[in-house]
T-cell receptor
Framework: EDKVVQSPLSLVVHEGDTVTLNCSYE??????LLWYKQEKKAPTFLFML????IEKKSGRLSSILDKKELFSILNITATQTGDSAVYLCAVEPNSGGSNYKLTFGKGTLLTVNP | NAGVTQTPKFQVLKTGQSMTLQCAQD?????MSWYRQDPGMGLRLIHY???????DQGEVPNGYNVSRSTTEDFPLRLLSAAPSQTSVYFC????????????FGPGTRLTVL
């Protein structure tokens, strides 16, 4: 059974701080790892990672994958109150067929205080 | 494009009632999925479909039925609602090939009394 564990479960920081969110996983035949941001509604896509060591960046957010150690981190620098959200990590297996499904972690609740 | 749409946004049911949550997408996506989200539990896959006429069970399928008669629509049926099915339900869709980014609908908040 595929498994995703995120840590910490919650985190409170001040504006301007840098945060690192962790995601470890177990999956049969890994295909990709995805990060989503969820505010008070539907999750929105941030990054998809398929190869180790290649950092994905989007503004102040960046993410990297370590396929050997089976984990990923999401970094947010110079945090802003608008970064407050639940950050979800998910893994996609490569079943080799037409199956497609994601297994999500429980998420990290990030609160950025002014 | 409207993206992924879900109706209703809110619903209250009594135990034993049945209902259908609607999901539609206008992006010609082959893959569609239903998730439920409970506090502290993340998103859990209920059922998914890889194309019209093809569905399969996810992690928590009991008490739910799905069908996929068209590419656009993927309704989720609660056969006999139970309080344990109180949750927020998200529908998602994606292309079958290439970048498998799932696009999520706005969600349906369901309360079963």
């Amino acid at each position: 059974e595929d498994k995703v564990v995120q840590s910490p479960l919650s985190l409170v920081v001040h504006e301007g701080d840098t945060v690192t969110l962790n995601c470890s996983y177990e999956v049969t035949n890994f295909r990709s790892l995805l990060w989503y941001k969820q505010e008070k509604k539907a999750p929105t896509f941030l990054f998809m990672l398929t190869s180790s060591g290649i950092e994905k960046k989007s503004g102040r957010l960046s993410s990297i994958l370590d396929k050997k150690e089976l984990f990923s981190i999401l970094n947010i620098t110079a945090t802003q109150t608008g970064d407050s959200a639940v950050y979800l990590c998910a893994v996609e297996p490569n079943s080799g067929g037409s199956n497609y499904k994601l297994t999500f972690g429980k998420g990290t609740l990030l609160t950025v205080n002014p | 494009n409207a993206g992924v749409t879900q109706t209703p946004k809110f619903q209250v049911l009594k135990t034993g009632q049945s209902m259908t949550l609607q999901c539609a997408q206008d992006m010609n996506h082959e893959y569609m999925s239903w998730y439920r989200q409970d506090p502290g539990m993340g998103l859990r896959l209920i059922h998914y479909s890889v194309g019209a006429g093809i569905t399969d069970q996810g992690e928590v399928p009991n008490g739910y039925n799905v069908s996929r008669s068209t590419t656009e629509d993927f309704p989720l049926r609660l056969l006999s609602a139970a309080p344990s099915q109180t949750s927020v339900y998200f529908c998602a869709s994606s292309y079958s090939m290439g970048r498998n980014t799932q696009y999520f609908g706005p969600g349906t908040r369901l309360t079963v009394l």
